[in-house]
């Protein structure tokens, strides 16, 4: 079942902060962040595993609530190279991902 | 490094007619999939493979076939290609289940007109 992405859109100024939620109806054993920019393949973040976990990577960081069924993708200090379309893919123990419907993030000068 | 290597990367058919699109990957992977992506439609799969001779359904299988003969390759086929099918199919490989990273290849851009 596609988990629930939003915002569905949002615009920053460089430097601003942003978090995109991704919800799931069904119990979560791991969840995939993706960015994906205009025309080109989706690209791996990072994999939250069960156990509410928080990962980071640079300035990008995410956290995983298993109880909630829940995951925040946190942005600070949003970079021009930030931009792009994120998905969430969520793991519902089984072989494959369900993918979000994204959110797309445009970051302004 | 290669990686994932979708071909062709872009294709126009007629309604009716009947292609495969190509996946390979060099990173040994056991797992291959097949998405389609429609605009704020975000990735469907439509079927995935765990290994060498296995294929298995995903979100949207209805009008495509796979097949896995051998490990580094997953071919998606269209049978009789329909207006709906138009799309930007990305093929994914990953080491092993649902808790490794996906790599996408560079996708196929499919119109059918």
């Known amino acids: 079942q596609q988990p629930v992405q939003s915002p569905q859109a949002v615009i920053l100024r460089e430097g601003e902060d942003a978090v995109i939620n991704c919800s799931s109806s069904?119990?979560?054993?791991?969840v995939h962040w993706y960015r994906q920019k205009h025309g080109e393949a989706p690209v791996f973040l990072m994999i939250l595993l069960k156990g509410g976990e928080q990962k980071g990577h640079d300035k990008i960081s995410a956290s995983f609530n298993e109880k909630k069924q829940q995951s925040s993708l946190y942005l600070t200090a949003s970079q021009l190279s930030y931009s792009g379309t994120y998905f969430c893919g969520t793991e519902n123990a089984g072989y494959a991902l369900n993918f979000g419907k994204g959110t797309s993030l445009l970051v302004t000068p | 490094n290669a990686g994932v290597t979708q071909t062709p990367k872009f294709r126009v058919l007629k309604t009716g007619q009947s292609m495969t699109l190509l996946c390979a990957q060099d990173m040994n992977h056991e797992y291959m999939y097949w998405y389609r992506q429609d605009p704020g439609m975000g990735l469907r799969l439509i079927h995935y493979s765990v290994g060498e001779g296995t294929t298995a359904k995903g979100e949207v299988p209805d009008g495509y076939n796979v097949s896995r003969l051998k490990k580094q390759n997953f071919l998606l086929g269209l049978e009789s290609a329909a207006p709906s099918q138009t799309s930007v199919y990305f093929c994914a490989s990953s080491y092993s289940s649902g808790r490794q990273p996906q790599h996408f290849g560079d996708g196929t851009r499919l119109s059918i007109l």
């Open positions: 069904k119990a979560l054993y791991s």
